[in-house]
């Protein structure tokens, strides 16, 4: 496997970066997860977009243009020959001292990984998942905003964590308003009465590139989305329920904190919309 760091292909052993970095003392960085789908990476103009925006978020200058990370990210593609896969683009601040101050820091550090991924197992594309509401909260956007896909997601596994305890492979995060933000890898959506709704973005959520394909494929197929404000009852009376990630691209949620939603199967809308973005992805 090649590894892209800092201009440079390499073997993955030699891929490595200095114990004195911020993104591993402090999380101090960001990062994005993009999939590629029969050799061509999905969605790339709009992955950077957001990669840049959150660094710029962060005080975070990326040293090299968009379009320069864009060529990397072929590159590393090709240089690995990947077909379907996954790749995890990262940018942390670079070594510094044992010390927050960012003057200290030098040489943000950008790294390419080109790998593939495990979804979900594929009977739960057809079963759909059990979610559970974690106690942790989304981060406050007044801390640290979900808008920036950063290298901290300590709150996110926290959530995680108390999903996988009670068997269940996602987690609802609520955000600091007790309304519903999204799971620690994904967005939600719900179906009731024939309306497509999802949180908006100032629920504190991250902006999510599989949401912004989905909500298009579903204004396409003439179908109502809304973007309103969602509470756990929203949920537990939905009609149907299901998540969307560059990972874990469209699966059915088919119950929250053991109420079983709708029939307790993927619904019709679900089905629809996960048949469109395969469609999208795959040309099927
Ligand atoms: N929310 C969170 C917290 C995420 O980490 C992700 C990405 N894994 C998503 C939503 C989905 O975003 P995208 O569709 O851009 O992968």
């Known amino acids: ?60 200058e990326i040293p090299v243009s968009q379009p320069e990370l864009a060529t990397a990210v072929e590159e590393t593609v090709e240089a690995n020959s990947l077909q379907d896969g996954y790749i ?63 290298l901290n997601y300590l709150n996110n596994i926290l959530a995680k964590i108390e999903g996988t305890d009670a068997d269940c492979l996602e987690a609802l995060m609520m955000n600091h308003k007790g309304e519903v933000a999204e799971c620690t890898g994904d967005n939600i959506f719900i179906v009731k009465n024939g309306v497509l709704k999802t949180p908006p973005t100032d629920a504190g959520i991250l902006e999510g590139i599989t949401r912004a394909a989905v909500i298009q494929l579903a204004k396409q197929a003439g179908l109502d989305v809304r973007e309103v404000t969602l509470t756990r009852h929203d949920i537990y009376s939905a009609d149907e329920c299901f998540l969307t ?40």
């Open 1 to 60: 496997m090649k590894i892209h760091i800092n201009g440079k292909l390499v073997p993955k052993e030699q891929a490595v970066i200095s114990v004195f970095d911020h993104g591993l003392l402090y999380g101090d960085g960001v990062f994005e997860g993009i999939r590629v789908y029969g050799g061509k990476v999905f969605l790339l103009e709009e992955h950077l977009k957001r990669l840049y925006e959150g660094a710029r978020a962060i005080r975070l």
């Open 88 to 150: 995890r683009l990262v940018i942390t601040r670079g070594a510094g001292s044992l010390g927050l101050d960012i003057r200290r820091t030098s040489d943000p550090q950008v790294i390419i990984i080109a790998d593939t991924i495990s979804l979900y197992p594929p009977e739960l594309y057809e079963q759909g998942l059990k979610l559970i509401t974690a106690s942790t909260i989304r981060n406050h956007p007044q801390a640290l905003s979900p808008q920036v896909k950063s």
């Open 245 to 284: 990630g560059s990972a874990a691209e469209v699966i059915a949620a088919v119950s929250l904190d053991g109420r079983q939603i709708g029939d307790g199967k993927p619904g019709p809308i679900t089905k629809d919309l996960k048949k469109r973005f395969e469609a999208l992805t795959r040309g099927e």
